[in-house]
């Protein structure tokens, strides 16, 4: 809204593709990338990252691309005498009528030949593969103590105890030779160990799809809490770095200063927003039947 280049800083959560029929991803990313607009990849960028790179390397085999302009032909005349047809349907019967094709073997498990992602990945230009590419998973801005992130940050690592002091970096206050009144460096510090020490926290699956969290499990359901829960609470444990003040409660406490989550991903909690997390995936696309 009024958005002027020169005065705003244009930050994304991610999913900016695949929301919309082809023509419409296809402008919005010409649009964010135009502008060199700063954000984070979102899972469905991250399946087109990952079929871009596929359809390269099919490319670069001899043959590769003929296979797969034979299958899209196919495709389109099978849509054409079935205007309801089913894609995955239709490609499992491919694969089992060509079963001596080797060409299938180098499908990954999982994968959708031909569909929405398939056909972004391929119809985007250099450019805009190289704008997607430098988009990170994370994002980190420190003068605000915030972090920018598609699905989710876990403040602690599950399988142990909040207050581990070894394995927590909210349960232990930094070390900073020389700088120990330096609260703004301390508080750096830490917030950089929460996502480099917690080893939920370094893995792309986690940040691009978590919703909840069961036992020690991260999930991308709906069981187990929600991990906004568990930010909350651990934000609202932090009491500084005073150890008088975090040692002396009943309750355990931290020594740590909040930090805030800024998120997308859950579009069924709609706009989502509290003291230390806010989820800003509205839902609003389900709102109107895009694909008219």
């Known amino acids: 809204m009024d958005y002027v280049p020169s005065r705003d800083i244009l930050i994304t959560v991610g999913d900016i593709i695949a929301k919309a029929p ?3 991803s296809l402008d919005v990313l010409e649009s964010l990338s135009h502008y060199n607009a700063t954000g984070v990849r979102g899972n469905h960028d991250q399946k087109v990252v990952e079929w871009r790179g596929w359809l390269n390397w099919m490319a670069s085999l001899s043959g590769g691309q003929g296979w797969l302009e034979h299958l899209e032909k196919k495709w389109s005349a099978a849509k054409e005498q079935d205007s309801h047809i089913d894609l995955k349907l239709w490609l499992e019967k491919e694969r089992k009528a060509d079963k001596g094709n080797a060409w299938w073997q180098l499908v990954p498990k999982g ?3 031909l569909g929405d992602h398939y056909r ?9 593969y190289r704008y997607l590419l430098q988009l990170p998973l994370r994002l980190y801005v420190p003068h605000v103590h915030a ?12 399988k142990f105890p909040p207050d581990d002091e070894k394995r927590q970096p909210l349960a232990r206050i930094p070390k900073l030779e020389g700088h120990e009144h330096n609260v703004e460096e301390l508080r750096r510090l830490q917030e950089l160990s929460l996502i480099y020490e917690i080893p939920q926290n370094t893995d792309p699956w986690v940040v691009l799809n978590m919703r909840s969290v069961l036992g020690d499990k991260v999930l991308k359901g709906k069981k187990g809490r929600y991990w906004t829960k568990i930010w909350q ?6 009491a500084g770095f005073d150890k008088n003040v975090f040692g002396s409660s009943k309750h355990q406490k931290l020594p740590c200063f909040p930090i805030s989550t800024i998120y997308g991903h859950t579009a069924s909690k709609g706009l989502d927003i509290h003291r230390w997390t806010f989820g800003l995936d509205s839902g ?5 039947d895009y694909f008219v």
């Open 22 to 24: 082809l023509n419409g």
């Open 111 to 113: 994968w959708v030949p």
């Open 120 to 128: 972004i990945a391929k119809a985007m230009s250099e450019a805009q």
């Open 147 to 158: 972090f920018i992130v598609h699905a989710g940050l876990l403040p602690a690592d599950p």
């Open 233 to 238: 609470e651990q934000m609202d444990n932090c």
């Open 284 to 288: 609003c696309v389900s709102e109107f």
